[in-house]
């Protein structure tokens, strides 16, 4: 499957999923598209949403867009962040989920990004994955500690503000 292909979809490592580089939902297929970057994958799929993605394609709408791509700086699947950071996965990191988060940011009208302050252990890779997109990105709102805020808990009435990482 290629990333936007139908109205939903994901991209993932293999048949395990323990890799997810991509997802998508799109309701306007001739609409503008919206490119959220998070930290990691948690445990939305091709066809079931989390609520963090329920909550970005209500935003989405909210703003005008006509779909959904969904990727993150870190490809590794997992509903706690911390494992991040002890895994020896991180050779996942490169290759196939820069390949995503390029292709999407092409397909993308805006980026939006919303790691949370997690960011903060993420070494140099939002600065890699930021060059890697190569557009203006946006967030909601910046942490005290300067990081994009994760959209999960942000009103609805929320808009999109450029981010420049500090």
């Not at 009208?109 to 903060?120: C, P």
Request: hydrophobic letters at 40%; a positive charge; glycine letters at 10%.
């Amino acid at each position: 499957m290629n990333i936007g292909e139908g109205i939903s979809g994901a991209l993932f490592s293999d048949e395990n999923r323990r890799f997810r580089y991509a997802l998508w939902r799109i309701w306007q297929p001739d609409g503008d598209k919206l490119l959220f970057i998070g930290l990691n994958p948690s445990t939305a799929n091709d066809v079931k949403d989390d609520p963090t993605i329920r909550r970005l394609i209500r935003f989405a709408k909210s703003w005008g867009f006509g779909g959904l791509f969904a990727g993150n700086l870190f490809s590794l699947v997992t509903a706690d962040p911390a494992v991040l950071w002890f895994s020896s996965s991180k050779e996942e990191v490169n290759g196939p989920n820069d390949i995503a988060l390029k292709q999407m940011s092409g397909l993308s009208r805006k980026v939006m990004v919303g790691w949370g302050n997690q960011g903060i252990y993420a070494g140099t890779r939002p600065e890699e994955v930021l060059a890697l997109i190569g557009q203006p990105v946006f967030c909601i709102k910046r942490t005290k500690e300067g990081q994009p805020f994760h959209p999960l808990y942000m009103p609805l009435s929320s808009q999109l503000v450029p981010y420049v990482r500090e």
